[in-house]
């Protein structure tokens, strides 16, 4: 087995985990003209914030002037950024982004406490209509389980050390994103150049997209002709095809604007505020001079990165290294009625995480860290998976009629265990939920029959789907589950249309007509 540095895969640069600069622990100093520099280096700081320097007190808080140390540091901010003081340091400069970050689904987690709690038959909502939030989370089993589990991504948790771990770092507010590295002297470098790095610590995990855009797949299988390798934290992960994207050297930041990752764009649920059409197709009106730019998003946000070339074709300039990479453009065989409202990941996609085996089960007896309380509390949730799979896309319909591609949210089954003691008998629950993902998986598109052949793709799951005596069938290679549908399936031939969920799957009549579009037969 090998270890994999995450680092060396994406093709970062190595981050230190140094200590920031030591202080003088005297207790009592001379009062120094310098005030915090008289101790601390401000080696490191770049020009945006080297107005701060002199006092250091425009972020940190503390008493410049104070002749002790306990007085220089009394209601200091070790970590300004964190999100419970933000709005008090880097809310001073950037009020907008800091306003639009506290409310932005990795700060609230909305959609992942609502559909957790849809999943455990409990409201999604909260009281009064409010968005239900990471930060107000109460005790029933679905936001313990939040608690205990999924709730350590999100940026409203602390940072309380100085170093950076690209495999491992959760939260820190602003520091998440804006500080690459600690300096083993000096003050640590905020940037505007986010790394890939500081992006792996969360999204390696769920729909595991920083895994993926490198092309590395998390597995189960270990066998003489697959030996994948370990992350740092112990997951196995085998290669993939990478991201066209990856491959071209594009990092993280070239296509995710500052705008939709801190909450400001257009997009109402916040996060997304780029399209593939915006580079691949940008019809925006250009700037006026030699530049000649496309002046901004659908949404209006600016991409000073994309150039006109000749004959109007455009040029990506990769933000960390300012090379220049040609964007192809989309062509008119693109269009067409019956394709018209495929999304561009439900052709492009070359592949997607699949976890079709999930078991959850809660016991009262002994501790579990709690991330909402910051603290060990009673009750601990064991979680087990199988069936980790990395397999062509499936595909769904959502509200407004688009083709999307949609992975298994929650395909498990929750085992809840009576108190000690109690007459009570173990109780199942089972769930089945797909969820749409842009896999970042960029490559050449799929073929015909592999759409519209492709029982998996269809939602059937894997297995045979032919045509007998007129009629459409199916036969499963994976067993039934508790629903009666197999392991990885999404629906049935004999299902009924449920227009509530979003995405849904495709009806019986729309696979057969998908089916029968190619006009043949196995």
């Known amino acids: 087995m090998l270890w994999l540095a995450p680092l060396l895969l994406l093709g970062l640069a190595s981050f230190s985990a140094a200590e920031a600069a030591p202080q003088q622990d005297a207790k009592a100093m001379p009062r120094l003209a310098e005030g915090c520099l008289g101790c601390h280096s401000a080696a490191g700081l770049r020009p945006g914030h080297r107005f701060a320097a002199a006092p250091c007190t425009a972020c940190h808080g503390g008493d410049p002037l104070a002749d002790t140390e306990a007085e220089a540091h009394r ?21 907008r982004q800091v306003a ?9 987690g909305a959609r992942m406490v609502a559909a957790t709690r849809r999943a455990f038959g409990e409201t999604a909502a909260e009281e009064g209509g409010r968005q239900p939030k990471l930060s107000a989370l109460g005790h029933s089993p679905a936001d313990s389980l939040l608690r205990k589990l999924c709730a350590g991504c999100h940026l409203g948790q602390p940072k309380t050390a100085h170093a950076v771990d690209p495999a491992s770092d959760r939260g820190g507010g602003c520091l998440a994103c804006h500080i690459n590295d600690y300096p083993a002297t000096g003050h640590p470098a905020l940037t505007r150049k986010v790394q890939d790095g500081r992006c792996f610590g969360c999204h390696s995990r769920s729909g595991r997209i920083a895994l993926n855009y490198a092309g590395l797949g998390e597995t189960d299988e270990i066998t003489d002709a697959h030996r994948p390798a370990y992350l740092p934290d112990g997951r196995l992960v085998g290669r993939k095809p990478p991201d066209i994207h990856h491959q071209a050297g594009l990092a993280c930041s070239d296509c995710h604007t500052g705008a939709g990752l801190m909450n400001l764009g ?44 000749e004959a109007d074709n455009l040029l990506l300039r990769r933000r960390h290294d300012g090379v220049a990479v040609p964007v192809p453009q ?21 592949w997607t995480p699949q976890c079709y085996g999930c078991h959850l089960e809660y016991t009262p007896q002994g501790k579990q860290w709690d991330h909402a309380a910051q603290r060990l509390t009673a009750g601990r949730w064991r979680q087990t998976r199988w069936a980790t799979l990395n397999a062509a896309p499936v595909l769904g319909v959502s509200q407004t009629g688009s083709i999307e591609v949609v992975v298994p949210g929650m395909t498990m089954s929750v085992r809840e265990n009576p108190p000690p003691g109690s007459a009570e008998a173990a109780r199942n629950r089972f769930q089945r939920q797909f969820a749409r993902l842009a896999p970042h998986t960029t490559g050449a598109a799929r073929t015909c029959e592999d759409c519209h052949h492709s029982p998996r793709t269809l939602g059937l799951g894997a297995g045979r789907l032919w045509l007998q005596d007129g009629a459409l069938r199916f036969h499963p290679e994976l067993p039934p589950q508790a629903d009666g549908l197999a392991l990885d399936a999404w629906t049935g031939l004999d299902a009924a249309e449920d227009a509530a969920t979003d995405p849904r799957p495709f009806t019986p009549g729309e696979i057969e007509s998908i089916f029968r579009a190619l006009d043949a037969s196995p």
Do not use: W, Y
Not at 77 to 95: I, M, S, V, W, Y
Not at 267 to 279: F, N, Q, T, V
């Open 75 to 95: 209601a200091m901010e070790g970590f300004p950024g964190l999100l419970d003081n933000a709005q008090k340091t880097c809310g001073d400069c950037h009020p």
């Open 100 to 108: 639009g970050v506290l409310a932005s689904p990795m700060t609230t």
């Open 266 to 309: 257009a997009d109402p649920e916040g996060g997304i505020d780029i399209a593939c059409s915006d580079c691949h197709r940008n019809r925006n009106p250009r700037t006026e001079g030699a530049s000649g730019r496309p002046l901004s998003t659908a949404n209006g946000t600016p991409l000073s990165h994309l150039e006109t070339a």
């Open 330 to 350: 989309i062509q008119d065989r693109h269009g067409g009625a019956e394709h018209a409202n495929l999304s561009c990941q439900a052709c492009h996609a070359q």
